[in-house]
């Protein structure tokens, strides 16, 4: 059972528009949320979280939307820039006891100049 | 110090050899993980060290067995692996288990069985 889902394993976006990957998850347990960033060859690097109790984090370019009735959470990045090509992970997790994260397949962002 | 730092880079290992993944943090976290990543998948979840006591094992096959010894350093000793095991072999480390503010992850050890 994939608690969380990305669908689309590829996403190509034109430099300065809005890239929009989402995510979609089955277990309503999930306290909090994250997005990673990864480029080849390197170990994913953290980018941002959100809270299960917000619907909408934002940290400089990019901004996580999260519909819990939905069960669905959206990482935009605006403006898009060539450095941002990467693969992009959504990840859930919960507090207290045994926490782990579960991550979806993730999304291959290519951003073209 | 604000990196996870995983060795070898590469590492190609025969069925019958016995070798081990290491790494280390000097972040002061006090949770570490080992994940197994294959390709075009997530990350798996192998293993959580918490105040390097082993917190969980998600049902890892006794050929890799995990050592945490001390609070810097964790490794995974692989013995009698299968070409199946070849995967990217992810270390992380949080303050402390399940940290929301994420994971640190190293860049992992690209593991080849033959």
């Known amino acids: 059972d994939q608690q969380v889902k990305q669908n689309s394993p590829s996403l190509s976006v034109q430099e300065g528009r809005i890239s929009i990957l989402n995510c979609d998850y089955t277990?309503?347990?999930?306290?909090?949320f994250l997005w990673y960033k990864k480029y080849p060859a390197e170990g994913p690097t953290f980018l941002i979280s959100i809270s299960s109790i917000k619907d909408k984090n934002e940290d400089g370019r990019f901004t996580v939307f999260l519909n819990k009735s939905a069960k669905h959470l959206s990482l935009h990045i605006v403006p898009s820039q060539p450095g941002d090509s990467a693969v992009y992970f959504c990840?859930?997790?919960?507090?207290?006891?045994?926490?782990?994260?579960?991550f979806g397949k993730g999304t291959k962002l290519t951003v073209n100049p | 110090d604000t990196e996870v730092t995983q060795t070898p880079k590469h590492l190609v290992m025969g069925m019958t050899n016995k070798k081990s993944l290491k790494c280390e943090q000097h972040?002061?976290?006090?949770?570490m993980y080992w994940y197994k990543q294959k390709a075009k998948k997530p990350p798996e979840l192998m293993f959580v060290?918490?105040?390097?006591?082993?917190?969980i094992n998600e049902s890892v096959p006794s050929r890799f067995s995990p050592e945490c010894p001390n609070s810097s350093l964790l490794n995974l000793h692989l013995h009698a692996l299968q070409p199946e095991d070849s995967a990217l072999y992810l270390c992380?480390?949080?303050?402390?288990?399940?940290?929301?503010?994420?994971?640190?992850f190293g860049s992992g050890t690209r593991l080849t069985v033959v």
């Open positions: 060290y918490s105040y390097e006591k082993l917190s």
């Open positions: 992380a480390s949080s303050p402390r288990q399940g940290d929301r503010y994420g994971y640190t």
């Open positions: 990840a859930g997790g919960t507090q207290g006891g045994s926490e782990k994260l579960v």
């Open positions: 277990n309503s347990m999930f306290d909090y």
């Open positions: 972040m002061g976290h006090r949770a």
